[in-house]
């Protein structure tokens, strides 16, 4: 794994596998839905969707013929804190998937007649995701959990703000946003590196801002509420999808590995404790899982299940019973232990494809300012310790900091009646 940087300041992160027959670049953008005032609540995600519209010199047709030309595959997706796009391509055609790239990112014409188009997709993705109980009640729990701080705020925006959009807003938010100081370019796979290096410099060496007029969002809110925060929306289903919601870990936490050994015990797996109390034992649901989600400044860790409403109460009660049953006795050493084999053989599988390297290398650098390495990450995995992740447990999982958000045919005194 090396770390390069172009003269305009881009870093590229490269990890060559001369055994692979794929390589996968990505191009990182430090922007995402934390970035957005309430007005323009959507426009990353809106700039994703427009960067494969047609450039100077390609139609959105183009794009994808290249692409398809070459038996490969380019996407890109926004999250709250990055947006990415990327290519696989069998490794001799790696230089292909620069050049397009390249062309995407620096020369995207974002024509108002492409955009009003493109509007109405976004639009119905919106529509897809309202119709999903699964995804409302993810957003509606971020948004309960983080009231107040823009990590609350849905990547994909609303109707309103993206229907309000227009080709000027999109370009001078690219502007001021997309720049070499917040660009990470992640290449892994199999490639001639001093070539590959040499093609990057001349693709992405110009044509982009160094620094943008923008400036990076800081949270103002650096505390959780103290006092359980209840939300729910009701929808017409048959169950009733419930999200809990505990103070999480920032990406540069030391004691971050310490919550994701625990979590993989604790309800990341079928052998976790969550989905043998509360499916196996108790067949209170289909599905039941948890997991932490760490960001720049703040991070939260969710228990998410969905069962009849009926058993709402009894399946919380459950769950809050194992959070204190693990606090009071402590999971035992051969639980710990699995947990951290089954975590380092997760990720290194995970590690195996060209795609699942340059994700893990490029996002970390982008976000951390260190690229994450399986070795890094096998060691930070080891180090964890019964004490270690214990203490890490009783300061987090704290019923009295607890978020409750509920989807389905309910109403706010029924929630808040499955609480008591």
Request: glycine content about 6%; some cysteine.
């Amino acid at each position: 794994m090396k770390v390069n940087k172009l003269l305009n300041g881009i870093k590229v992160v490269t990890d060559k596998n001369d055994y692979a027959l794929s390589a996968t670049i990505g191009v990182w953008v430090r922007v995402g839905s934390v970035d957005e005032q309430p007005n323009i609540a959507g426009i990353s995600h809106f700039i994703e969707h427009m960067m494969f519209k047609g450039t100077k010199d390609r139609t959105a047709k183009d794009i994808a013929f290249e692409m398809d030309s070459i038996g490969g595959s380019i996407n890109a997706f926004t999250s709250k804190e990055c947006t990415c796009y990327n290519a696989t391509v069998t490794y001799e055609h790696i230089n292909k998937a620069v050049m397009l790239l390249a062309d995407m990112v620096k020369n995207s014409l974002i024509d108002q007649k492409e955009l009003d188009k493109e509007r109405g997709v976004i639009l119905e993705e919106i529509n897809m995701v309202e119709d999903s109980p699964e995804d409302v009640i993810h957003r509606l729990h971020c948004e309960n959990f983080f009231k107040g701080s823009r990590v609350a705020n849905s990547v994909i925006g609303t109707k309103e703000t993206v229907g309000a959009m227009n080709s000027p807003d999109l370009k001078s938010y690219v502007k001021e946003n997309y720049t070499c100081d917040r660009i990470v370019i992640s290449v892994a796979g199999r490639f001639d590196e001093t070539e590959l290096i040499k093609l990057i410099e001349k693709e992405f060496g110009s044509g982009i801002e160094e620094k943008g007029k923008g400036s990076r969002y800081l949270d103002e809110k650096k505390e959780i509420s103290k006092e359980t925060n209840i939300a729910f929306k009701n929808m017409a289903i048959e169950q009733t999808h419930i999200c809990l919601g505990f103070p999480g870990l920032k990406l540069d936490a030391s004691n971050l590995y310490d919550l994701y050994v625990f979590n993989n015990l604790f309800g990341g797996s079928m052998s976790s404790r969550l989905f043998q109390r509360i499916r196996e034992e108790r067949a209170l649901c289909y599905t039941v899982y948890s997991y932490a989600s760490p960001y720049m400044d703040s991070g939260i860790f969710t228990i998410y299940s969905a069962t009849n409403k009926n058993q709402v109460k009894e399946l919380i009660d459950v769950a809050m019973k194992e959070i204190s049953s693990i606090i009071k006795e402590k999971p035992s050493q051969q639980e710990l232990e699995m947990a951290k084999e089954q975590m380092k053989g997760n990720y290194i599988l995970g590690s195996e494809s060209t795609s699942g390297r340059m994700t893990s290398l490029g996002r970390s650098l982008l976000l951390t300012g260190e690229p994450r390495t399986p070795e890094k990450v096998i060691e930070k995995i080891n180090a964890v310790n019964m004490d270690s992740m214990m203490e890490t447990v009783k300061s987090l999982l704290d019923l009295k900091k607890m978020s409750a958000s509920f989807v389905g045919n309910v109403s706010e005194e029924e929630c808040r009646g499955f609480l008591s």
